[in-house]
């Protein structure tokens, strides 16, 4: 049995795999990490491997928790991914692209993959048929973008996403969401159908904390599943003790 945790920029989530089924999720604040996955390892006294990966800050006592208690992974640049990284900058990389990218390689064999992760910022990564990591792009996501309208100018208040079905803002507030809402659904099916130009057999996945508020709005064909990246972390520490 093994725990698998990505410590996101503003929650970590934890998930308990029995080899590629998981049994249960868990979301919660960097502040209650300790308690949390304490009474995570008490219920699944089984689970006696963990993995991990990290773009955020985890207090260093459940790190130490983490491997006194269990066999800890913890994933890093130095990690042997199924893919050759050829980012101009590989060690810039964020973790969390590499593990999805992983995932992909090894859930989607021998075809191009585009993985879309809508959290704290949209991130786009495109790995070929032949598993060469090529990059993709960053730009802000939902959360950010209502936040930037609300910093950077005088007038415009602080709003929280909601379903909509409008184009034409008849209001302030509903040119707001219609801005964000509509704009980031046009730039990720953008974003697309440049990559589906360009490369046949492309496999769409959809990742992320608005996976389901952004799935339904999207003209194409995704295969979309919130919890990728806790299931690529399953994916890979497989591979890797498979291939130790």
Known sequence: ??????????????????????IELFV??????????????????????????????????????????????????????????????????GIDRMVVSAGAVLKYPNQNRLVIDAGTCITYDFIDENNNYLGGAISPGIKIRYKSLNNYTSNLPLLEKKNIELFIGNSTENSIHSGIINGICYEIDGFISQYSLKNQDLTIILTGGDTDFLAKRLKSTIFANSNFLLESLNTLSIYLNEND
């Open 1 to 22: 049995m093994l725990i698998t945790i990505d410590v996101g920029n503003s929650r970590i989530k934890v998930a308990v795999f029995e080899q590629n089924t998981q």
């Open 28 to 93: 919660f604040e960097p502040k209650e990490a300790q308690k949390k996955i304490e009474n995570i390892l008490k219920k699944y006294p089984n689970a006696s491997h963990s993995v991990i990966s990290s773009v955020g800050k985890l207090n260093s006592t459940v790190l130490n928790y983490l491997q006194k208690n269990t066999n800890l992974q913890i994933i890093s640049h130095e990690t042997k991914f199924p893919f050759t990284n050829l980012y101009a900058t590989p060690k810039t990389l």
